[in-house]
């Protein structure tokens, strides 16, 4: 079965699935809900749409391999906070008074996922339209740019979707740093084991409906690059 490859690197990613108006959370890993958005945003299907291509991308099955899992932080913000300040509301209201948000982030992350189906069409028109998108990419927010290209030259393996990612470690090593042997991954789970996620798409993203899905972890060894290997 094919597995489709995303590089998901950035200075900041936000993944939540819990968030409420003026506190956003956000994963230690990317939600399915945020990834299928993301292919969503790159194959031009608008969030007011629910069609055959974003069910069938919902129904791939999920892995996040932890590159380099990132650092908790916390970005907090003020809107209409000066005296001087006039907002409008949702409902067209003027409001004097101001709002604070605090917004959670994941600091320079690193993560390798994995989507696999019976579909290689699919997954080459979701490949192709990475390289090509039909709107900007962020990694969960839209100001939170990816600092490196989303798709990876061979990002369609044939094999399964914990085969495919045992590739080597996307992340750059840092002074004094070596590639790891083993990396903590996270994959979906087809027989109810694992920890649940509320994070699975089942309706447009205007309409914001979402089930469960259960995820289990586990530690895989990596394949070596070959100059690893000779050494």
């Given at each position: 079965?094919?597995?489709?490859?995303?590089?998901?690197?950035?200075?900041?990613?936000?993944?939540?699935?819990?968030?409420?108006?003026?506190?956003?959370?956000?994963?230690?890993?990317?939600?399915?809900?945020?990834?299928?958005?993301?292919?969503?945003?790159?194959?031009?299907?608008?969030?007011?749409?629910?069609?055959?291509?974003?069910?069938?991308?919902?129904?791939?099955?999920?892995?996040?391999?932890?590159?380099?899992?990132?650092?908790?932080?916390?970005?907090?913000?003020?809107?209409?906070?000066?005296?001087?300040?006039?907002?409008?509301?949702?409902d067209g209201s003027l409001?004097?008074?101001?709002?604070?948000?605090?917004?959670?982030?994941?600091?320079?992350?690193?993560?390798?996922?994995?989507?696999?189906?019976?579909?290689?069409?699919?997954?080459?028109?979701?490949?192709a339209a990475l390289q090509?998108?039909?709107?900007?990419?962020?990694?969960?927010?839209?100001?939170?740019?990816?600092?490196?290209?989303?798709?990876?030259?061979?990002?369609i393996v044939d094999a399964?979707?914990?085969?495919?990612?045992?590739?080597?470690?996307?992340?750059?090593?840092?002074?004094?740093?070596?590639?790891?042997?083993?990396?903590?991954?996270?994959?979906?789970?087809?027989?109810?084991?694992?920890?649940?996620?509320?994070?699975?798409?089942?309706?447009?993203?205007?309409?914001?409906?979402?089930?469960?899905?259960?995820?289990?972890?586990?530690?895989?060894?990596?394949?070596?690059?070959?100059?690893?290997?000779?050494?």
């Amino acid at each position: 079965m094919p597995t489709l490859l995303l590089r998901l690197v950035g200075p900041m990613q936000s993944w939540g699935t819990t968030s409420r108006f003026d506190q956003r959370d956000t994963g230690k890993e990317p939600s399915k809900s945020g990834v299928i958005g993301l292919l969503a945003a790159a194959l031009g299907i608008d969030r007011e749409v629910w069609n055959e291509d974003l069910q069938a991308l919902a129904a791939l099955t999920m892995g996040v391999r932890h590159d380099r899992p990132g650092v908790l932080k916390r970005d907090f913000q003020t809107t209409g906070c000066a005296a001087s300040d006039t907002m409008i509301r949702a409902d067209g209201s003027l409001s004097k008074d101001g709002v604070t948000s605090q917004r959670y982030y994941l600091a320079d992350a690193v993560f390798l996922v994995g989507l696999d189906g019976s579909d290689r069409s699919l997954l080459e028109r979701a490949h192709a339209a990475l390289q090509n998108p039909t709107w900007p990419l962020a990694l969960g927010r839209k100001s939170y740019v990816p600092a490196e290209p989303i798709w990876l030259e061979d990002g369609i393996v044939d094999a399964p979707l914990l085969s495919a990612l045992k590739r080597p470690w996307l992340a750059t090593p840092r002074r004094g740093e070596t590639a790891p042997v083993e990396l903590l991954v996270s994959l979906e789970s087809t027989d109810g084991s694992g920890a649940l996620r509320m994070d699975q798409p089942l309706s447009s993203f205007a309409d914001r409906r979402f089930g469960a899905r259960h995820v289990r972890s586990e530690w895989i060894t990596l394949e070596q690059e070959p100059n690893d290997a000779a050494a």
